[in-house]
Every structure is written in C-alpha cells, then in structure tokens.
C-alpha cells in the first residue's frame, strides 16, 4: 500500500527556515511527480510545489517562489521542502502527495500532514 | 492564477442527488482535462474522489461523478448519505510553468 508520512513541522519565527521531509514507502518513488499542498487553519487547500522525481524538474506557487524548494533523494524515497524567509502566511498545514497522472494534479495519495506555525 | 470558484455550501437531504461547480477560465479548466475533485473531513487527510475529470479511482463509490462543460466542472453526488458531509475541492492543471496546479476555495456539503 502506498504511503506517504510527513515530518520536520514545527514554531519557527519570522523570518526563520524550516526543512519539510515526507518518507514515502509501497510504490516507485523514482517514477512519480509529487507535490506539497497546504491548508492553512480556517481556509481552503492550496498549491505549493511540485517535482519530478525522476528527472527532478520542479515548479512552484508564486508566493513560495524563491523562498521554498522541492527536492528529492531517491535512494532514501524522501521528498523535501526546503522553506526560508517564513513569513505568518506560510502558518498551515503541509501535505506531501503523489500524483497518479504526471505531475496533472490528480493526487491519490496523501499524508497525514505537518504543522508549520510563524509566529513571534 | 486566481482559485476556482466554488459555492461556499450545498446541502440535501439523505437519498437526494447534489451538484457541486468549480468554474475556472479558458487558462484551466477550459483548457485541460486534468480536473479532480477531493473530499476532506476534519482532522483527516483529503482523499481523490474524482480525477481527469469523470474518472473514479479505485474503491470510490460510483455514487460521485464528475463532468465538464466549458470553463466550468462539475461533481454530482447521487444517493445522498450522512458519510459524505465534508468539505469538497476541486482542482485543474494550469500547464507548466508557476502555479501548475489551482484549487476551489472548497464546499461545504451538508446532509440534512
């Protein structure tokens, strides 16, 4: 069965860094896009970032731009999101998801979610 | 790339039939077939309901449906039960590039 756990939440200030990881287990982690998701408290599922994990291509949500990256090690079938310059929008759940369709959105697994909380 | 835009609530009674929209632009949804739909409960991970707009995956009752017309998607709910009271997204591929992927804003589905 596919799996997906996530790790790395936390309180982080302002300003601080905080890294994501997500242990995936039960299918090909090389052959999949995958992608970060988060929901902060009260509002509606957002887009954050997704990559291939096979070529290691990536995107990203404009307001994570250049402040958040997706990487992958695929020998230890681990994504990551790498998140700098926290600001309190950035307080939300993050979940890690595969897609079934190439990178489409189609997400078909998810994890439990982390928490992530900016705050001073 | 703005949400798609969903009604904040739908309701209907057990057994009745209920329709969610998500209305994007020619940009998403009227562009790509890469429409899904996710069911979220509280305190619980979101779960694929519907992908590539009509398509169930495996072990999702054929009670939920998917459908597009133009710039807007569509989720049918048939055979209304108590377990499908949650939060309903949609969801549509916007091509490569920055934000791939736009979400609705959500639905909340309430059975009466």
């Known amino acids: 069965e596919a799996q997906l756990v996530e790790s790395g939440g936390g309180s982080v200030q302002p300003g601080g860094s905080l890294r994501l990881s997500c242990a995936a287990s039960?299918?090909?982690?090389?052959?999949?896009?995958m992608h970060w998701v988060r929901q902060a408290p009260g509002k509606g599922l957002v887009w954050v970032a997704r990559?291939?994990?096979?070529?290691?291509?990536?995107n990203y949500a404009d307001s994570v731009q250049g402040r958040f990256t997706i990487s992958r090690d695929k020998a230890r079938n681990t994504l990551y999101l790498q998140m700098n310059s926290l600001t309190a929008e950035d307080t939300a759940v993050y979940y890690c998801?595969?897609?079934?369709?190439?990178?489409?959105?189609?997400?078909?697994?998810w994890g439990q979610g982390t928490t992530v909380t900016v705050s001073s | 790339q703005s949400a798609l835009t969903q009604p904040a609530s739908v309701s209907g009674s057990p057994g009745q039939s209920i329709t969610i929209s998500c209305t994007g632009t020619s940009a998403d949804v009227g562009n790509y077939n890469y429409i899904s739909w996710f069911q979220l409960h509280p305190g619980k991970a979101p779960k694929l309901m519907i992908y590539e707009v009509s398509n169930r995956p495996s072990g999702i009752s054929n009670r939920f449906s998917g459908s597009k017309s133009g710039n807007t998607a569509s989720l049918t709910i048939s055979g209304l039960q108590a377990a499908d009271e949650a939060d309903y997204y949609c969801s549509s591929y916007t091509g490569s590039g920055t934000n791939t992927v736009v979400f609705g804003g959500g639905t909340k589905l309430t059975v009466l």
């Open positions: 998801t595969r897609d079934l369709i190439a990178g489409s959105g189609s997400m078909d697994v």
């Open positions: 039960g299918f090909t982690f090389s052959g999949t896009w």
């Open positions: 990559i291939n994990n096979n070529d290691g291509t990536t």
